[in-house]
């Protein structure tokens, strides 16, 4: 939930329509999404995507970003985002995130066309963010410790 750093909103809204509030909520949107759809393609236990939903979802609810009024308004745009996001993304268990794909889907939803990020920034803005969450799964969850010789599906829990 934390805000984007300026010279991220100035940049995208370069690419953009120009318009510094809008390039920001696209970096917000962005931002969730990542977290959430990481937490469930990146996390061992199916629960921990569940959690951070819920997280997420009432960060949301009381979102200081957002006028209380707007806030559906806010709700409906990220599922939206979130949706492309996902299908850009593709199948849980992907071993590598299309960057480019979601740089041009970002640029788009900021009001860009096509070849406006011939540097491919928005590709290492994502890079960058979704370091910063898996971090963040790792500082809240822990670390997975598995044998090397050991595939995560062939682990089991311990019966209860």
Not at 4 to 19: E, F, H, K, Q, T
């Amino acid at each position: 939930m934390s805000e984007p750093d300026p010279d991220s909103v100035a940049r995208l809204a370069a690419m953009g329509d120009g318009d510094a509030d809008h390039a920001r909520w696209e970096l917000r949107y962005l931002r969730r999404a990542l977290g959430l759809l990481i937490s469930g393609r990146d996390s061992l236990d199916d629960r921990t995507s569940s959690l951070v939903g819920q997280a997420l979802a009432r960060a949301v609810a009381h979102d200081p970003s957002a006028a209380p009024a707007m806030r559906a308004i806010s709700g409906g745009q990220f599922n939206a985002r979130l949706r492309v996001y996902r299908d850009v993304m593709g199948q849980r268990g992907g071993s590598r995130t299309p960057l480019t794909p979601l740089g041009e889907a970002l640029v788009a939803y900021a009001g860009g066309e096509p070849g406006r990020d011939p540097d491919s920034w928005a590709a290492a803005w994502i890079a960058a963010e979704l370091d910063r969450c898996n971090e963040g799964l790792r500082q809240e969850f822990g670390t997975a410790d598995l044998p090397a010789d050991v595939a995560p599906s062939a682990m089991r829990s311990p019966s209860r």
